[in-house]
């Protein structure tokens, strides 16, 4: 089954101590990405990569990082959490956007994170 | 920079109502825009696809229109059913943003039995 995977789905946390939320996409996508989800905010985009060893920042990149070393996997790391990454955290992937070819992207079930 | 506006933000509808869901973006210059569906702590499921070529597409009883000049898309949904309650989400992929989807704030929809 075609899908994107996020581990782990529920998260408690205190502030400082280092975390990784892994993701993975067994569909051979090139472009994968993270987004946060927060009342009134909607989603926006954290990081994102278009291929392997290539990452890029998106709106709301401060606070984390992320590596793609191979082609299925992007994890996002939070060095240091603190109180406002509490948040909805997705992952997301698709075929690599070439000129006027634009692939739909899909999204994994969500890791809820809670920074006390 | 591109914003994405969905109204409303909630709608409540009796069971076997049609319905339309509306976003707008201020950005013309998009590749595609998506419809997502998702429902209360999940994640976001991708209902239809439209191209900027394209001004339709239709997936059972989900029709989304697109008119890229005037910026706008809808959402018809037929013959609503209680299991269509969810929050439904509209994103762009501009032309200037690479791969980045710019998402509204939703429209939460319930459909009363």
């Known amino acids: 089954e075609a899908q994107v995977t996020q581990n782990p789905r529920y998260l408690i946390t205190v502030t400082g101590k280092k975390l990784t939320v892994t993701c993975s996409q067994n569909?051979?996508?090139?472009?994968m990405s993270w987004y946060r989800q927060d009342p009134g905010l909607g989603l926006r985009q954290i990081y994102y990569?278009?291929?392997?060893?290539?990452?890029d920042k998106g709106d709301v990149p401060e606070g984390y990082k992320v590596s793609r070393k191979e082609k299925r996997n992007f994890p996002l790391i939070l060095e240091s959490p603190s109180p406002n990454q509490t948040s909805l955290y997705f992952c997301?992937?698709?075929?690599?956007?070439?000129?006027?070819?634009?692939?739909?992207?899909?999204f994994g079930p969500g890791t809820r994170l809670t920074v006390t | 920079k591109q914003e994405v506006t969905q109204i409303p933000a909630a709608l409540s509808v009796p069971e076997g109502e049609n319905l339309v869901l509306n976003c707008s973006f201020t950005d013309s210059a998009i590749y595609n825009l998506q419809w997502f569906r998702q429902d209360p702590g999940k994640g976001l499921t991708s209902l239809l696809l439209?191209?900027?070529?394209?001004r339709e597409q239709t997936s059972g009883r989900l029709n989304a229109s697109l008119d890229k000049s005037s910026g706008r898309s809808t959402l018809y949904i037929a013959a609503s059913q209680p299991g269509d309650s969810a929050t439904y989400l509209c994103?762009?992929?501009?032309?200037?943003?690479?791969?980045?989807?710019?998402f509204g704030e939703g429209t939460q929809l319930t459909v009363n039995p």
């Open positions: 997301a992937s698709s075929f690599k956007f070439i000129g006027g070819d634009s692939y739909e992207q899909y």
């Open positions: 994103a762009v992929r501009v032309e200037t943003s690479g791969s980045r989807l710019t």
């Open positions: 569909m051979n996508h090139e472009y």
């Open positions: 439209i191209q900027s070529s394209q």
């Open positions: 990569s278009m291929n392997v060893e290539v990452t």
